[in-house]
């Protein structure tokens, strides 16, 4: 997981809570007011590509919860993209939840796309009927084969792989899901190895 890169430091208040288990516990006993602390990033699942690897096309599929760590994705995708200044590669999110009051940062995603050239966002909302006001990015089931194929099918023009090449898919959310549509996107061709979750059960 990646935010865009800032470079002026911003402060931040950690409090230790006495008697429970808390992220100030692994701090350094010396640690006081003022310190600074630097985090980097852990773990297998995060997006970091080198420069060479900017140009691939991205899948990103998130269910409930699962959108917090893909919108970082995202918005440290954008960063790089106007670092490159050059042809942008397809960036998608399928973003699936049960209902409306269940969507998270619709703004914030629907501006990205809104923003950026190469950029689709499609929400699906999975136990609510249609709402008529709403536009084509609504959609009102699960996430299906056919969803998953007219992703694969906005390649960027710039590309001159094939899309089991040139793809990378990164998922989050609810282990069946996951497995699904894991499941789904090597019979369409995408290759294990591009394809990118977050396991935390």
């Not at 008529?132 to 998953?148: E, G, M, N, P, V």
Request: glycine share 4%.
């Amino acid at each position: 997981m990646f935010k865009p890169l800032r470079y002026i430091p911003k402060p931040y208040t950690v409090e230790r809570l006495y008697g429970k288990l808390n992220f100030v516990c692994f701090l350094p006993a010396q640690c006081k007011v003022g310190d600074v602390v630097s985090v980097r990033v852990g773990g297998d699942y995060y997006y970091d590509p080198a420069p060479a690897e900017c140009t691939r096309d991205l899948l990103f599929i998130a269910g409930g919860i699962g959108i917090n760590p893909i919108l970082s994705m995202m918005e440290h995708h954008v960063y790089l993209q106007r670092l490159q200044k050059g042809n942008s590669p397809a960036c998608q999110l399928l973003y699936s939840t049960k209902s409306l009051n269940d969507l998270l940062f619709h703004d914030q995603l629907a501006a990205l796309a809104q923003h950026n050239c190469n950029m689709f966002v499609d929400f699906h909302i999975t136990t609510e009927k249609p709402v008529s006001t709403h536009c084509d990015t609504f959609k009102y089931h699960r996430i299906t084969q056919a969803d998953l194929q007219l992703c694969l099918s906005r390649r960027s023009s710039s590309s001159s792989v094939s899309t089991s090449d040139n793809f990378s898919c990164y998922l989050c959310g609810p282990q069946h899901m996951v497995d699904d549509i894991t499941s789904t996107l090597q019979q369409l061709g995408i290759h294990l190895n591009n394809i990118n979750a977050e396991k935390w059960w």
